[in-house]
């Protein structure tokens, strides 16, 4: 079945340091992605998607380009701050309306000052 | 934007009774609401897919005479944990949609069963 593979966290990383989540996805057909992100105490937010192949998302400095060869969906960003500390899940859909997000396990990220 | 509110927040119950969490969509009809479970340190399984005025669709294991959910408006949907046991705790998260990708998520409620 369809699923979404996230690189096992926590990552720590220091203030201005560059940020890479890695995220691959297995699916039929072709899935529209999805970056969440959880910071602590409240809901998911949409942080960025991609609907189709070689599309870039970005959002608050934060990037990920749909690679369809690699059925990959990396998250960067190039100089995290530590409000950026949150959970960030990978999520992909079918090209189906009304379909539930298949989410990724989650990569926490702690930034310190 | 979309906001999706959850109430309770949190809630502690007795091993054997019912909780109702509601998912409210405020500033949007959503003709399709979902629900999470999320345990500690993993991903959102999706539980069921919610449909105004039409029954549940539950995901395979998960019980739907024990978690009933009721989507009785295009704003309101909600979960009923039924005979709750401990095993039942967990952090239970709706999400509601607004067009075909769009999703927009609750803040999530934390049931605790004692």
């Known amino acids: 079945g369809d699923s979404v593979t996230q690189m096992e966290g926590p990552v720590t990383l220091s203030e201005e340091a560059f940020l890479t989540i890695n995220c691959t996805y297995t699916a039929t057909g072709y899935p529209s992605l999805f970056w969440y992100v959880q910071y602590p105490g409240e809901g998911l937010q949409l942080l960025l998607k991609a609907t189709k192949a070689d599309d870039k998302g970005s959002n608050k400095g934060f990037e990920a380009t749909y690679r369809k060869e690699t059925t990959s969906f990396h998250l960067e960003k190039g100089s995290v701050q530590v409000s950026d500390s949150a959970v960030y899940f990978c999520?992909?859909?079918?090209?189906?309306?009304?379909?539930?997000?298949?989410f990724g396990k989650g990569t926490t990220l702690s930034v310190s000052s | 934007g979309a906001v999706v509110s959850q109430h309770p927040s949190w809630v502690i119950c007795k091993s054997g009774t019912s909780v109702k969490i509601e998912c409210r969509s405020l500033d949007f009809q959503a003709t399709t609401m979902f629900w999470y479970r999320q345990f500690p340190k993993q991903s959102l399984m999706l539980m069921a897919t919610?449909?105004?005025?039409?029954?549940?669709?539950?995901e395979q294991g998960v019980e739907k005479d024990k978690f009933l959910i009721n989507h009785a408006s295009l704003t309101l949907s909600t979960l009923t944990v039924t005979s709750a046991h401990p095993e039942d705790s967990s952090f239970y998260i709706c999400s509601a949609t607004l067009s075909s990708y769009e999703q927009y998520f609750g803040p999530g409620t934390r049931l605790t069963v004692t």
């Open positions: 919610s449909n105004e005025g039409s029954k549940a669709t539950y």
């Open positions: 999520a992909l859909i079918k090209d189906q309306a009304g379909t539930a997000l298949i």
